[in-house]
């Protein structure tokens, strides 16, 4: 199969899915050729490699440290481009702090008839 054939995005990712339950019941169905059936098992296998390296690229960018026991185990795994670094706020980027109010005068004395 051809490079094409990549899982690219979340959405591809849940199509493959989808493709594979739907062909699992072809795969098991009693009727078909041994030739189609083995066919299909190559497709099938490839499409969950395929998703399988597509998870494990995914966990890559929440734990880095598994890179390195993927290549230690000769794991394959797709590269997707580092999610931006958080940058920390600067205090020139920070939003300017509202004005306090001045206080109020109490009301304690409000109903007093004294006035």
């Known amino acids: 199969m051809a490079s094409e ?3 690219a995005d979340d959405d ?4 493959s899915n989808a493709w594979l339950v739907m062909k699992a019941l ?7 050729s041994e030739d189609e059936k083995a066919k299909l098992q190559r497709q099938y296998d490839y499409v969950a490699e395929e998703m399988e390296r597509y998870r494990r690229g995914k966990r890559i960018l929440q734990h880095p440290g598994l890179r390195d026991q993927y290549d230690q185990l000769g794991y394959k795994y797709y590269v ?4 931006a670094e958080p940058t920390a706020v600067t205090p020139e980027s920070e939003p300017p702090q509202p004005e306090p109010e001045p206080p109020k005068k109490p009301v304690y004395n409000y109903f007093d008839d004294d006035d």
């Open 5 to 7: 054939n990549k899982i």
């Open 12 to 15: 591809a990712y849940e199509k």
């Open 26 to 32: 072809e795969i098991i169905d009693p009727l078909i």
């Open 80 to 83: 997707f481009d580092q999610p």
